[in-house]
């Protein structure tokens, strides 16, 4: 079994930042991505940013701002979130592409919620 589990959302006024963090948890064999996606109210989910090795993708509205990292040793992947917008208030969930040791599945985590106000 395979757990993600995010932390670090929270409440930010504009222009301040915050740092997610995802810890992968269980049977891992290998993890061959991990990515942050979001989902505001009323909206669909949608891609934020992914690391697959040593490449990384972004959403255009987080370019510049958001950077995604990863230790491997920890199995964990973080966001880092500067410059924060209101329309940035969603939740966000972590997901990985992983090998249990028996197949491949992409795992989700529960979400944390960021909140952009003041």
């Known amino acids: 079994q395979v757990q993600l589990v995010e932390s670090g959302g929270g409440l930010v006024q504009p222009g301040g930042s915050l740092r997610l963090s995802c810890v992968a948890s269980?049977?891992?064999?290998?993890?061959?991505?991990m990515g942050w996606y979001r989902q505001a109210s009323g909206k669909q989910r949608e891609s934020v940013a992914t690391i697959a090795g040593g490449d990384t993708t972004y959403a255009d509205s987080v370019k510049g701002r958001f950077t995604i990292s990863r230790d491997n040793a920890r199995n964990t992947v973080y966001l880092q979130m500067n410059s924060l917008k209101p329309e940035d208030t969603a939740v966000y969930y972590c997901?990985?592409?992983?090998?249990?040791?028996?197949?491949?599945?992409?795992?989700w985590g529960q979400g944390t919620q960021v909140t952009v106000s003041q």
């Open positions: 997901s990985g592409g992983i090998h249990n040791g028996f197949q491949h599945m992409e795992y």
């Open positions: 269980g049977s891992i064999l290998y993890t061959s991505y």
